[in-house]
């Protein structure tokens, strides 16, 4: 890879810390390249994008942990062409110059989870692509909308009845976290007398704390037993379809498909179900656009994946060749990160960042090209279903400590808050007004049960709220905002 040695940094040299500065050790490596990790990149990283691309442009060099190299795509063009040309850049680590070169070493970088291979259809290219993601695809895509925000909506009344009488509520811990969680399990096809337990392990698997890999082992376990039993006794789930798909998925596979899904599902959907949250108690033009109704919430969900992707870094690209991008020479083996967050600030395409982009879904949150994610439908339907029913059962839900408090989580990857306090009225617990519970999945199934979320096997169960009607709790809110 072509990384221009520190004399010829350029600009930069005037955007980073002098050198003797005890923050520029840690923002740069030993030949001035910026390091994409550490406390530099942790506090700011819009910032640090922003003074890559004034000094390099629209493709930066970086460096990963361990000093390992890459490069950084920040422009909204040079993005969409490494996504969408697959034939120049892989997607498949493999191609990567540094397992050759031993610029990493395997048994201990952190980057592994990021960058390693896997047989799942992330890592593949061409053919074996499709062949996977047309099983994951066919999965996912079994659920019509209406029976999949029916079961949301079980979930986030069961959540908000756990803290609703208390007044209070710590909405990551209680809630943005749970929610796509307990979703993503259910879909998969585990019971939700499982969901606890699961969802204990899964989200700690995540959080790289000293029971991660014990917890890792537990969900692998539970994936593994889900596997067997769907074999003989298939249902409507994401797994029976994976085992069903005429691609022949082995067990090995359908297991690391399963794991994907929870992995690539779980933390960017918590993640945007927060940053819209806590847009809604820290932004009063936001929250106001919402209540006025010149923003609907989905609009409003879609402002927050352009200004705040729940994955700002995605990795990775390896290019097939020498090439040139954003007037860098890239060569084969290289590695490239599609920088979403950057991009999406692009000013080529958004001159104005405070403009609204409502109705703008070309953002590049989902990703682009052949791999662009294929939950993006089920992840906004999750944050939709769920800040609606939260908002219109607590309008009044206010931040309950200084907006200065609030606090991030941050990877070379993504950006998590770490907690989102929020106060309100107390009242009372819902769930026993509900007409009666919406069913499990059938475990046992003659065959594949028609369209939508075991439309079939339940009883009519009236819905709690139309589901794309979200005016009471505009309204509510409205009442509430004018009388301040
Ligand atoms: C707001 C929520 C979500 C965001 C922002 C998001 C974002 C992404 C991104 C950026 C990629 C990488 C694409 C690439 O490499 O070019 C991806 C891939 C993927 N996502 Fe999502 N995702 C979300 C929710 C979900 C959900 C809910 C599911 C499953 C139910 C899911 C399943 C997947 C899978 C299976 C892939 C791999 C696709 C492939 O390589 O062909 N995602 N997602």
């Not at 110059?97 to 031993?102: A, K, T």
């Not at 084969?332 to 405070?354: F, Q």
Request: hydrophobic fraction near 40%.
């Amino acid at each position: 890879m072509t990384v221009p040695p520190s004399e010829h940094a350029g600009p930069e040299t005037d955007l980073l810390p002098p050198p003797g500065c005890p923050a520029h050790a840690a923002a740069t490596g030993p030949d001035g390249t910026t390091r994409l990790y550490g406390p530099t990149a942790a506090t700011d990283p819009m910032g640090l994008y922003e003074k890559l691309r004034a000094a390099h442009g629209t493709v930066a060099p970086v460096l990963l942990d361990g000093d390992v190299r890459a490069w950084l795509v920040l422009g909204y063009t040079e993005n969409r062409d490494v996504a969408t040309r697959a034939t120049q850049y892989s997607r498949d680590p493999r191609v990567w110059h540094g397992w050759r070169s031993g610029e990493i070493d395997p048994a201990t970088s952190p980057l592994i989870p990021m960058i390693g291979w896997r047989p799942d259809c992330v890592c593949a290219d061409g053919e074996d692509h499709q062949r996977l993601r047309g099983a994951v695809t066919a999965g996912l895509d079994q659920f019509d909308h209406r029976g999949l925000r029916r079961h949301i909506t079980r979930f986030a009344h069961q959540l908000i009845d756990g803290f609703c009488e208390s007044g209070e509520s710590e909405l990551v811990n209680q809630f943005t976290e749970h929610l796509p969680m307990l979703t993503l399990i259910h879909l998969l096809g585990m019971s939700d007398e499982s969901g606890p337990e699961l969802v204990h392990a899964a989200r700690d698997l995540f959080k790289a704390t000293e029971t991660s890999l014990a917890s890792n082992a537990f969900v692998l376990k539970a994936l593994e037993e889900l596997v067997v039993t769907k074999r003989s006794r298939p249902g409507h789930d994401i797994a029976s379809a994976l085992l069903a798909h005429p691609a022949g998925l082995t067990d090995e596979e359908v297991m690391h498909h399963l794991r994907l899904i929870l992995l690539a599902g779980y933390e960017t959907t918590a993640n945007l179900m927060s940053n819209v949250l806590r847009m809604v108690v820290t932004d009063h033009r936001f929250r106001g656009s919402l209540a006025g109704g010149q923003m609907t919430l989905p609009e409003a969900v879609e402002q927050v994946l352009w200004d705040e992707p729940p994955l700002m870094v995605c990795p990775g690209r390896w290019a097939n060749g020498d090439t040139t991008l954003g007037g860098q020479q890239i060569k084969a083996g290289d590695m490239l990160l599609l920088g979403l967050a950057a991009g999406n600030v692009d000013e080529t395409i958004r001159p104005d960042p405070a403009t609204p982009v409502h109705h703008n879904r070309a953002h590049l949150s989902f990703s682009a090209g052949s791999h662009e994610c294929p939950g993006q439908d089920i992840g906004r339907i999750i944050a939709d279903t769920g800040i609606d029913i939260l908002l219109t059962r607590l309008p009044d839900i206010a931040l309950a400590v200084p907006e200065e408090e609030l606090s991030w989580r941050s990877s070379t990857w993504a950006r998590h808050l770490t907690a989102l306090p929020v106060r309100f009225a107390p009242r009372q617990p819902r769930a026993q007004d509900l007409p009666a519970p919406l069913p499990a999945p059938p475990t046992q199934s003659s065959g594949m049960p028609a369209p939508g979320l075991w439309p079939e096997t339940a009883p009519p169960v009236p819905e709690q709220r139309p589901a794309a009607a979200p005016a009471s709790w505009w309204a509510r809110l409205r009442r509430l905002l004018s009388r301040r």
